[in-house]
């Protein structure tokens, strides 16, 4: 079982970049999966995910309205389209996959199954 992350890179203030977490040894419609980040010297943060059992989507409010993940079954990939992105996103975003769990905010998305590699996002001012 393997998640892969990538699509990090430096943007300036304003601009976008697309994660993408590609997995292998399950099916991303079987897992909830999602992704954090973690900035220099802060906690790491559940960002948003995406639900296993009906595709709802969650978000942390710092990011609503700016980001959207999405599924692509066939590809077997998870996406994380971020837009407007502010100095306070630089951070290395991981993305993370937990099998069965509830969710209804993002805050439940925790206790994960496996883990990607993190992907460093940087956003210049």
């Known amino acids: 079982v393997q998640l892969q992350a990538s699509g990090g890179g430096l943007v300036q203030t304003g601009g976008s970049l697309r994660l993408s977490c590609a997995a292998s040894?399950?099916?991303?419609?079987?897992?909830?999966i999602g992704w954090f980040r973690q900035a220099p010297g802060k906690e790491r943060e559940g960002v948003s995910c995406i639900s296993s059992s009906d595709g709802s989507t969650y978000y942390a409010e710092s990011v609503k309205g700016r980001f959207t993940i999405s599924r692509d079954n066939a590809k077997n990939t998870v996406y994380l389209e971020m837009n407007s992105l502010k100095p306070e996103d630089t951070a290395v975003y991981y993305c993370?996959?937990?099998?069965?769990?509830?969710?209804?905010?993002?805050?439940?998305?925790?206790?994960?199954?496996?883990w990607g590699e993190g992907t460093l996002v940087t956003v210049s001012s």
């Open positions: 040894g399950f099916t991303v419609d079987s897992y909830n």
């Open positions: 993370a996959a937990v099998e069965k769990i509830a969710i209804a905010t993002i805050h439940d998305f925790y206790g994960m199954d496996y």
